[in-house]
């Protein structure tokens, strides 16, 4: 069974940085890509950046500037580093993963096509405070 494992959210103030973690078990890591998004309950989600097992990235136009998404494939774990942030980056951030990568796409603009992407984890919150 697959599994997704956030962890590394929490309170900031505003210009500091967290790092976000995501851990994948129940298969084989290497062959899937990952990616974050984030939602604010009652808001649409947005997309954040995706990754692929080549290690391609993908980010969204716009509020990802402090961001870099990375993947350590020895220990499973995809990470999103988050620096400056703003107290507009305040929401949860989900992690995604899947091995199905369909023609019309799986990541657009740094956002997991949630119409086809299958594993999700729980979500960590992150709070900046100005």
């Known amino acids: 069974q697959v599994q997704l494992v956030e962890s590394g959210g929490g309170s900031v103030q505003a210009g500091g940085s967290l790092r976000l973690s995501c851990t994948l078990s129940?298969?084989?890591?290497?062959?899937?890509?990952m990616g974050w998004s984030r939602q604010t309950q009652g808001e649409e989600r947005e997309g954040v950046a995706c990754?692929?097992?080549?290690?391609?990235?993908n980010y969204a136009d716009t509020g990802t500037g402090g961001f870099t998404i990375s993947q350590d494939n020895a220990k499973n774990t995809l990470y999103l580093q988050m620096n400056n942030l703003k107290p507009e980056d305040t929401t949860m951030y989900y992690c995604?993963?899947?091995?199905?990568?369909?023609?019309?796409?799986?990541?657009?603009?740094?956002?997991?096509?949630?119409?086809?992407?299958?594993?999700w984890g729980q979500g960590t919150q992150v709070t900046v405070s100005s």
């Open positions: 129940g298969y084989t890591y290497s062959s899937y890509w």
């Open positions: 995604a993963a899947d091995t199905f990568r369909p023609l019309a796409g799986y990541c657009f603009s740094g956002r997991p096509n949630e119409q086809t992407t299958n594993y």
């Open positions: 990754i692929d097992s080549d290690g391609s990235t």
